[in-house]
């Protein structure tokens, strides 16, 4: 959102991606399918989770394809259709532009909102990057008993 709010050609792809990589992380976690291994299906826990779990990735695919649509402007962002997807981050920065400005007296503009996000996207891949290439192959996949 935050990279949107400057119109950064990155934040299409993120507004793709993400809720991808939101039912990729909700499929393979670990716990969650011990869990659901070891009770039985018709229990009130192991329902709800199951319930939750399709209910969030039906959410997620829907918005990832309605968002496919948006790929079109990562070259081109002066279409009428490219409009509709910034609408509303600029909405939301408006609000945090208010509530910036009332808590800390300062100015948030469009490039403090797309810096801030381009630290966020930097601060996931290194920590991804990091679990991917330094922790998996030493340790594999840990789930529990911290």
Same mark, same amino acid.
């Given at each position: ?9 990155? &934040? ?5 991606? /993400?809720? !991808? ?8 976690? =670990? ?5 659901? /291994? ?10 709800? =989770? #199951?319930?939750?779990?399709?209910? !969030? ?26 409009? /509709? ?5 600029? #909405?939301?920065? #408006?609000?945090?532009? &208010? =509530? ?22 930097? /601060?996931? =891949? ?8 330094? #922790? ?11």
């Amino acid at each position: 959102m935050l990279l949107l709010t400057d119109q950064k050609p990155l &934040g299409f792809l993120t507004l793709f991606l /993400a809720p !991808l990589l939101i039912v990729i992380s909700v499929w393979f976690w =670990v716990d969650l399918n011990e869990e659901l /291994a070891d009770l039985p299906p018709w229990r009130p826990l192991p329902f709800t =989770v #199951r319930l939750w779990r399709s209910a !969030l990735t039906g959410f997620c695919l829907i918005a990832s394809l309605l968002s496919s649509f948006s790929l079109s402007c990562i070259s081109n962002q002066t279409e009428a259709s490219c409009q /509709a997807w910034l609408e509303a981050p600029l #909405r939301m920065h #408006r609000i945090f532009e &208010g =509530v910036f400005n009332f808590l800390f007296g300062g100015q948030w503009t469009e490039p403090v909102a797309a810096f801030i996000g381009y630290l966020g996207l930097l /601060a996931y =891949v290194v920590g991804f990057m990091q679990w991917l290439l330094v #922790r998996l192959p030493k340790q594999g996949r840990i789930a529990g008993e911290f």
